[in-house]
């Protein structure tokens, strides 16, 4: 309803200029009758960059909204998601499509305007979305009204992007890859960033004892808070010992790894007998020239480098997904409150932050 009023005042009438706002004369009767009305055309803004680097490629610019295409909605963001993949994406290590690229993948906020085809979703829906490729960072933009889910009323927006891509990430985790029972004692690596602090949760709610790693002692305590069973600092403490005294000598069935190059081996060495590797991210950088001949020599292992688009793959799926992980969060357990605001205008400030390994838990930009 919030969404639709402001839309609204954005589109009021009038004659004049103001910020982000460019002045369209608009042929009405009254112009026919040598009166001029100009519409004032609100702009967008959105983040781009024009070559990989650091934070300061980032940019803000405005842009003319565009209409949606067939089977697109313009979804007017209430909050965006904050994700170490957006840091890959600036710095190259994923590859953008072209330049100038947006950055982003996740958000929530309300529909402005529905293009041909869509079913299912009307102007003023409340809606969130994760891994819809790059663009998220603006304050409005257009989108495959396939790649929504519905809000439910009782989830908010900012919860909803601080969320979407961590939470449906260890929804396939923890549920999909390696479905996990109760009672399993599991390795899980940076247990107080993002996608971390929801798995303790998750974990915690199905009665899985969570090993996280973590680099600093606050980061071990609020992992402990939120449900790690122990925590292991990999800045100071060997992994693989920890691992084996922690579960008297039987090691892990899982090892949930999306620290990458700098812990590659030692979560080898912390799996039982065909055990599962599951590589999910690159923080240190990325796992490249493996020796297939190491899963052999380690214990018959299993190794999987899944991402989430190829789990949320269908509407149905990435609807389900998310009604698991919203009636996770509306049943208190899992918190979804975001830790760190910033606006969308200290974009640069933000990336730097999140990349200096400063930040714990959920963060999201505001426009
Ligand atoms: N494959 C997928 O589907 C998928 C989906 C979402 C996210 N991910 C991956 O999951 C990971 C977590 O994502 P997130 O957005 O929630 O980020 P995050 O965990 O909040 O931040 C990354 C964390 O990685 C740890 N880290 C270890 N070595 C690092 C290094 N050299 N530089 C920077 N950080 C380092 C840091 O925690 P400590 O200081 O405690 O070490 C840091 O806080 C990322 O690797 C991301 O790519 C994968």
């Keep these: 309803m919030f969404g639709r009023y402001r839309y609204a005042l954005r589109h009021d009438v009038s004659i004049g200029c103001h910020d982000k706002t460019s002045v369209r004369a608009l042929p009405t009767l009254q112009a026919q009758q040598g009166i001029v009305r100009e519409e004032r055309m609100t702009m967008a803004v959105r983040v781009q960059f024009k070559q990989h680097g650091g934070p300061e490629v980032l940019e803000l610019v405005t842009f003319e909204p565009q209409a949606p295409g067939r089977g697109e909605v313009r979804v007017r963001n209430e909050a965006i998601g904050m994700n170490f993949i957006d840091i890959y994406y600036r710095e190259g290590l994923y590859p953008v499509d072209s330049f100038p690229a947006g950055l982003g993948g996740e958000g929530a906020g309300v529909i402005d305007a529905v293009g041909e085809g869509v079913s299912g979703f009307a102007v003023g829906d409340r809606v969130a979305y994760a ?3 790059r663009g998220a960072y603006a304050d409005q933009l257009c989108l495959p009204a396939s790649r929504l889910v519905h809000l439910p009323d009782d989830i908010s927006c900012e919860q909803a992007a601080a969320v979407m891509v961590k939470g449906l990430t260890v929804q396939y985790l923890f549920r999909q890859t390696y479905p996990l029972k109760a009672g399993d004692t599991v390795l899980f690596h940076a247990a107080a960033g993002g996608v971390g602090t929801i798995a303790c949760q998750w974990a915690r709610a199905m009665g899985v004892k969570l090993i996280g790693t973590v680099s600093t002692d606050e980061k071990a305590q609020l992992a402990k808070s939120l449900g790690a069973w122990a925590t292991i600092n990999y800045a100071k403490e060997s992994v693989p010992e920890r691992v084996l005294a922690l579960t008297e000598g039987r090691k892990c069935p899982v090892v949930y790894d999306s620290v990458g190059m700098a812990t590659w081996e030692d979560s080898l060495d912390c799996l039982e007998p065909r055990g599962l590797m599951v590589s999910f991210g690159n923080a240190s950088g990325p796992v490249t020239g493996v020796d297939l001949g190491i899963l052999n020599r380690k214990g018959s292992l299993f190794v999987t480098r899944p991402t989430l ?4 793959d269908t509407p149905e799926h990435t609807q389900a997904m998310s009604d698991e992980l919203f009636q996770l ?6 918190d979804a409150t975001p830790r760190n605001r910033f606006a969308l205008k200290d974009v640069r400030h933000a990336q730097e932050a ?9 963060h999201v930009l505001l426009p």
């Design 131 to 133: 891994s819809v490729g």
């Design 329 to 334: 969060i509306r049943e208190g357990h899992i």
């Design 309 to 312: 688009k190829h789990y949320a």
């Design 354 to 362: 999140l990349a200096s390994r400063a930040l714990m838990g959920l």
